[in-house]
């Protein structure tokens, strides 16, 4: 068992002192950027001339052609006075003049697009008459500070503004200016800028020959700056992977929604520097106005025609038929498309093992010091991993299985959730192999004999057994999982054809299928992946069904059909669907906990989840709704239950997912209006749990868009903040309130990723709770063991230089366990006991709370969570908001 694990994150070395670098920079000059906002608004119709510059195109052009670019500021395209370019050399002026001056014609179609008062742009910028307002703004050099800290008053230290932009890309130049050497092979990198930092890719790829074809990939370095709660240092964190690339594209036009091309040309400029090569990202798309590939608008792709009129750049059609010929490179340009599971199969694998990621982060290290040092390793602080599970040593056959007392825990929540009523089941299927399967998995799963269930009429079944009755009806599917008919009138909005299209659909449904017969119900539907809807935009009905059969009072769990070449897997996809459907009845609570007395006995659990879509949701409109649920693993009949907000009152798990279906689409009003709401939901529940000890479980990076004072610089140990008020005790809400912030990657990689280690020489995974060794530590690390359904690889498998034992290499899938975030911010501690007046009371120890998150990610029926069991039942209720534009825009 390993003792160690390893952050793979960096923070400034205070031996070092700051990182400081002579930088030149540029201001767009708020005359400048006048005369460009009345060009832009001109063009586009808009009275407003205050409105934001689309600067974005010109900072990527920029990125990729102008030599000596570090990086480009934020919000420069609204504010002239504010740092625009970042630069190790002032850019030429003819190079910035005619990048500028590119960039502008393409803001309007106009036949005197590229002039200003009549003057062609770039001939005004490099005339430079002192006469006209329009001038090219002129180069500061400044000392920045790479490593400039602003600490909270909480006690969180948190880098200035810029530096989550400029640090990424100073880091990534600074790693790329050396090669990774493994085995004798060198890797070589090129930067990538990303909207959450940089990311580095090793150019030219890397090639895997399997099945007499070519398959191409590269390494992956990914580089963010985050906070961490309460720490003297914000940090840098590396993530490391794959980058696969397609060669033969196996998707049809109208399925590609997007797909990145990372662009490789040489700068067209003979002076400046030629170093820090950069690969420029460009999407691709599918128009459906001109029915055909197109490059996205802000692709700087482009205007580089404009720029270089030597070269050749890829036209997207030519791309897409030519894939690995522009990856090998056409003269001095090559392009590579980012493979995604649209373009079909790619026989490289993803992820990397922890040895070859620990040779990764041994490379990375190497290249940042001295300004940078490593994050300190976390230890184990606890040897009880998981909760009071099933004994896995139990005898494969006889009265007592593993397997037998599942389905006896199993058949007692469903009892409780039941109470006493009868579950009314609607399986609707498509291929007699599931409907089978469903049919004989059932009584598997709950302890009932093979073959109990009574035939009570055609296609009709009841099982009954200590006080639970299940009524199953079959029915082939039909016309009701066929792919909704959306209208073709462009000139309606897309979300009122399809509220249109879902509406056909309920009315459809309700005509078909009988009310249910018992209070608790449930429909079971085999309906085709989203592959096979992929060509019709919206035509998916899933969602259109869990609507109508919400409305019929009627729960929903979907089960796509075998994949003809995978193994028969119905049996399994059966079990999975009846344990979702056991868990939307909430039948499902989580096993005792092996923390300690220190865990008062009657605790309760209550989640909160932000369910957030824009218009690209699943119903094309958009929501914002706060869900809440509470765990009482001592109660009985009602132990999962959802907080109704219009009712201010905790109602059953299933009635909360059905009245989420159900609710109208509502005007989201002014942010902080929205604000405003939701904390005034979150303050009233609270008031609600105050009765019994309750532990609050919130994920931090999902609920601070609606609560701000969860962002790391604003939080205060035992403290909680809403709006503009003072912090508050956490006693003012509760006297036995714990509140708990857990944190993944959340997408922007805020969670470092991590290797387990032993003195470096054996590298692997290891599950458990972790922490650092610093006093009154709140900020722990949970991690999960790798599931069984992830095939076992030798933790030493080398992708990116493959050895000879193993060629085949690449072609496996490394999956990595990922760090959960666990922040212990409110607690019955020493002071905050004293500050109430309850000395007498024995103060909480962070590390059990932080212990008992973690074993809420256990369960006997499933792998390890992603969140805390509570956490990820608020999360899941999730698909049953689905809002929909009102009956008047339906039909104005």
Known sequence: MYQTIRPVAYEPDPAHGPWQEQLHVLRLGEDLRAALVRRYGFADGH???????????????????????????????????????????AVPRRVLATVLGTWATSLSDREDEDEIDGCDLEEVLLAD??????????????????????????????PTQRLYSLLPEAIAFRLAARPYRARGAALHFRVVSSGNGAELVSWPPLRYEHRKQTWYYSARVNITVHTVPFAASFRVHVSTGVRRWVTRPD?????????????????????????????TANTLVYDRRRKE???????????????????????????????EKWINGQRDVAAGIVHHTTFGTHEVGSGLMPRERSELDAWVEEGL????????????????????????????????????????????????????????????????????????????????????????AENTWQWRSEGIEINVRTRPAGALVDALRISGDRRRRRAVRLAEAITDRCAFVAERMDPPRSEVSLVIAEIPGKGAFATAPDSDPKHALRIAWARQGRLSQFVNPADDHAANTSEHRARWTWLDAFRQLGAISPPA????????????????????????????????????????????????????????????????????????HQDEGAEHQWQQETERQIRALLFQLRGRPTLLLVGAGNLRQCWPRLRNGALARDMLGFGAEPDQPLRVYGEDLRAVLVRDANGRYEVAEWYAHDGMEKIGFSEGVWASAEPENRVFASTAGTPHTVAKLPKGLRKLVPTKECPTAPGKTAWNPAQLEVTVLGCLSEKALADSGREHVIPDRPAEWATLVHQLRYHDDYPPLARPLPLHLAYLAGQYVL???DAEQQHG
Do not use: F
Not at 253 to 260: D, F, H, I, K, Y
Not at 379 to 408: C, F, Q, Y
């Open 293 to 323: 590939i197109t490059w996205r608008r802000h692709s700087p792709v482009l205007a580089l025609p404009e720029l270089d009129i030597v070269r050749h750049y890829p036209e997207p059609t030519e791309l897409l038929a030519s894939a």
């Open 593 to 664: 906990h092996r923390v300690g007395a220190g865990i008062p006995g009657d605790l309760q659990y209550a989640a909160l989840w932000l369910v957030r879509y824009t218009k690209k949701g699943p119903t094309r409109c958009p929501a914002r709704r706060l869900v809440a649920v509470r765990v009482r693993p001592d109660n009985g009949p009602g132990t999962i239950e959802g907080w109704k907000a219009e009712r201010a009152e905790w109602v059953p798990y299933p009635q909360l997912l059905l009245s989420l279906a159900q609710e109208e």
């Open 369 to 456: 010091r001295p300004v940078l040092r490593r994050a300190g390793d976390l230890t184990r602080v606890t040897r009880s991993n998981t909760p009071s599970l099933l004994p896995r040593s139990a005898e494969k056959s006889g009265p007592d299985t593993r397997e037998v007392r599942k389905a006896l825990l199993r058949r007692a929540a469903l009892a409780r959730a039941l109470d006493g009523r009868s579950l009314d089941v609607d399986i609707v299927w498509q291929a007699p192999e599931t409907r089978a399967a469903l049919l004989t998995e059932l009584p598997n799963l709950i302890g009932l004999a093979p073959g109990s269930g009574v035939a009570q």
């Open 47 to 89: 009275a407003d001339w205050s409105l934001r510059l689309p600067v974005n195109r010109l900072n990527s052009l920029l990125r990729a052609m102008a030599p000596g670019v570090l990086a480009t500021g934020r919000n420069a395209g609204t504010d002239g006075r504010l740092p625009w370019l970042y630069a190790r050399e």
């Open 883 to 885: 809002p929909l534009v």
């Open 251 to 279: 998707v049809r036009a109208r399925e590609l929604s997007g797909a990145t091309v990372l662009l490789d040309a040489p700068l067209p400029w003979p002076e400046g520097p030629h170093q820090g090569y950069r690969l």
């Open 129 to 158: 008459n002192a006469a006209t307002e329009v001038r090219l703004p002129t180069w500061e050099t400044e000392k920045v500070d790479l490593t400039e800290t602003v600490m909270s008053p909480g006690g969180t230290a948190e």
